[in-house]
């Protein structure tokens, strides 16, 4: 097969997209002819892609150049199948045109850019994109390939009749190296620094801990500064929680397994999450996940491999107080079992290629 995949961001600042892209085109590409196209390089290191072709022909918030288009057209046009991941962007709608007029098989990845929740965002500007240009070339989409079941059923695309498949966002686990080990008295936020992740709320959970049950310990919050940094640390000093809570700079390398697995606990509290990439590290590497409804864990939660409660101080702060009288073994055994059943790379690659086939 020749497979292209268009991404808008291949930053892995912008978390979960090109994080999940990247462990997919490699193992695509030990039998298959794969091409990336994207709008931006930064944070990217070229050698995570030993045999693939990789074309950054726009730079983010400016105008293409002609020669940028013509790469694009001639990408799609020497591949059979196009692949775009995300959603609401230049890069998606020239490929969704260009796809149409060069009749190629057309799959998208919408990493929840088409869930509700972020339909509201900018949704004038949305909605004016799809009845104005999109809604003349959405019937050559093919498939949609969903992370979650909660994605497919709140999807703006729901009603299209066209194959679906929902495959979770996959990690390799044999890639999985622990280099360092760190004591583990600590819980962990480990994402993107921004006003929708609620970090704020992480810390008065560790505060409510102290003050409801005399329970001390610290907190590291990992990632990428997204306007939110300034204000946490404010907190953090107003709270008087400077020795306990630490911010360090997002690592991308194997040395964040170390940190995930030392955790006593990975904390999230997003206002949304799709299929948080982090999760599935923490599940594959036994670690107990603590997350709030809105974070779409509730299936790995019925499977019995993480708790998702409501997203309230109070409950959180009871939750970890349990999970530090005892090691609820039963749920890190499960954890491992949901990432060995749902989120292998290869069995899941293998499911993407069959399902590619299909057209």
């Not at 709008?39 to 693939?52: G, P, V």
């Not at 609820?328 to 292998?344: M, P, T």
């Amino acid at each position: 097969m020749r497979i292209l995949h268009v991404i808008n961001s291949m930053s892995l600042k912008s978390g979960g997209p090109p994080r999940s892209l990247i462990p997919i085109a490699n193992y695509q590409s030990k039998k298959h002819e794969v091409t990336v196209i994207s709008s931006s390089n930064e944070t990217f290191k070229r050698e995570k892609f030993n045999y693939i072709n990789i074309f950054f022909i726009i730079k983010r918030f400016s105008f293409p150049r002609l020669n940028s288009i013509k790469t694009l057209y001639k990408s799609i046009d020497e591949s059979e199948y196009i692949h775009i991941h995300n959603w609401w962007n230049f890069l998606s709608t020239l490929t969704l045109i260009f796809s149409y007029l060069l009749k190629k098989k057309l799959i998208i990845t919408p990493h929840g850019s088409l869930h509700k929740f972020n339909i509201k965002k900018s949704i004038v500007k949305k909605l004016l994109l799809h009845y104005l240009i999109e809604i003349f070339f959405i019937h050559n989409i093919k498939g949609i390939h969903y992370l979650t079941k909660n994605e497919l059923e709140n999807c703006f695309f729901k009603k299209l009749k066209i194959k679906k498949i929902i495959i979770s966002n996959s990690i390799n686990i044999d890639d999985i190296k622990l280099n360092i080990s760190y004591e583990n008295d600590y819980l962990l936020y480990m994402g993107r620094l921004a006003k929708n992740k609620n970090i704020n709320f992480i810390i008065d959970v560790v505060d409510q801990l102290f003050k409801d049950h005399n329970k001390i310990i610290d907190l590291i919050i990992i990632g990428p500064d997204y306007g939110e940094r300034k204000n946490l640390v404010s907190k953090i000093k107003n709270l008087d929680l400077i020795d306990r809570i630490k911010i360090l700079e997002p690592i991308y390398s194997s040395e964040r397994y170390s940190y995930i697995k030392n955790a006593k606990a990975l904390l999230l509290a997003s206002d949304y999450e799709c299929n948080s990439i982090v999760v599935a590290e923490a599940l594959a590497l036994g670690v107990i996940v603590i997350s709030s409804k809105e974070c779409n864990t509730d299936e790995i939660a019925q499977y019995g491999g993480c708790i998702s409660i409501e997203k309230n101080k109070f409950l959180f702060a009871s939750q970890i107080n349990e999970i530090l009288k005892q090691d609820h073994n039963k749920i890190k055994i499960k954890a491992k079992q949901y990432s060995i059943e749902f989120l292998d790379l290869k069995k899941n690659v293998i499911k993407l290629n069959e399902f590619y086939l299909k057209f």
